[in-house]
T-cell receptor, first 110, second 116 residues
Framework: GIQVEQSPPDLILQEGANSTLRCNFS?????LQWFHQNPWGQLINLFY???GTKQNGRLSATTVATERYSLLYISSSQTTDSGVYFC????????????FGTGTRLLVSP | GAVVSQHPSWVICKSGTSVKIECRSL??????MFWYRQFPKQSLMLMAT?????????EQGVEKDKFLINHASLTLSTLTVTSAHPEDSSFYIC????????????FGPGTRLTVL
């Protein structure tokens, strides 16, 4: 099945810093989503982005489907950005199933 | 975004008992819902795909007799962990798939199960 790797696995930032999270996947995809899992476990939808670039406030994402990677940019980070960031993909023969990446655990300190 | 609820948010039970977890899509009809489990500091692993009005499709290695899934209506899917054991302790999360130009999944808040 499709493999999804995220980097870095852990990231510690000072409040106000910028960061880039990466998601590599091993095959072509129909669907790619980025999520933020908060400390209580809730998964929050950030982007649906199988290709192209999107921006939402301090967050933006870019997926280069032909090169099989996606990037999530966080600018001017805040302590509330702390948590785990997952990308999840549905392969082109994925039968609607999302395969989650390994996650990036982010800690933003004041 | 769409709203998905789960109940209960946490449950503690004795070994050997059964536990039912409900997943509801509150503001849309979901023909397909998904059940995931997540162990501490790990990623989400898909357990099964729940289709309204038909049998669920289980992932390889997931015991269908142990994890009973029912999707009786377009807004409700249930997961029953039968004869629970301590190794079933985990965080269970459901999601609903919505089609509105994008095939986006929205997730419930999760249920933390502890089996003593």
């Amino acid at each position: 099945g499709i493999q999804v790797e995220q980097s870095p696995p852990d990231l510690i930032l000072q409040e106000g810093a910028n960061s880039t999270l990466r998601c590599n996947f091993s095959d072509s995809v129909n669907n790619l989503q980025w999520f933020h899992q908060n400390p209580w476990g809730q998964l929050i939808n950030l982007f649906y982005i199988p290709s192209g670039t999107k921006q939402n406030g301090r967050l933006s994402a870019t997926t280069v489907a032909t090169e099989r990677y996606s990037l999530l940019y966080i600018s001017s980070s805040q302590t509330t950005d702390s948590g785990v960031y997952f990308c999840a993909v549905e392969g082109s023969t994925g039968f609607q199933k999302l395969v989650f990446g390994t996650g990036t655990r982010l800690l933003v300190s004041p | 975004g769409a709203v998905v609820s789960q109940h209960p948010s946490w449950v503690i039970c004795k070994s050997g008992t059964s536990v039912k977890i409900e997943c509801r899509s509150l503001d849309f009809q979901a023909t397909t819902m998904f059940w995931y489990r997540q162990f501490p500091k790990q990623s989400l692993m898909l357990m099964a795909t729940s289709n309204e009005g038909s049998k669920a499709t289980y992932e390889q290695g997931v015991e269908k007799d142990k994890f009973l899934i029912n999707h009786a209506s377009l807004t409700l899917s249930t997961l029953t962990v039968t004869s629970a054991h301590p190794e079933d302790s985990s965080f269970y999360i459901c999601s609903s798939r919505i089609r509105e130009g994008t095939d986006t999944q929205y997730f419930g808040p999760g249920t933390r199960l502890t089996v003593l």
